[in-house]
């Protein structure tokens, strides 16, 4: 914490999914945060991503899940 301004900085560790929400959601706390990712590129990891309820919810919170839910296919059992 800088003693001058009250703020933190914050390491992020990964920018998958859980990276950046997170990075997004202190950003919109005020608080400042550097996201470090080993890959010099985005990648496609796997065939899907499974979000559960929760999950949803927080992505609603961040004010990004109406956008997601545009390109999402559910998954039918």
Known sequence: MDKDDN???????????CGLATALALH???IRSVVLERSEKIRARGA?????????????QLGVASSLRETAIPIQS
Do not use: C, E, H
Not at 7 to 17: A, Q, T
Not at 48 to 60: F, M, S, T
């Open 48 to 60: 899907a991503i499974i979000v559960q309820p929760n999950g949803w919810r927080a992505l609603d």
């Open 7 to 17: 703020i933190m900085d914050i390491v992020i560790v990964g920018g998958g999914i």
């Open 28 to 30: 919109r706390k005020g």
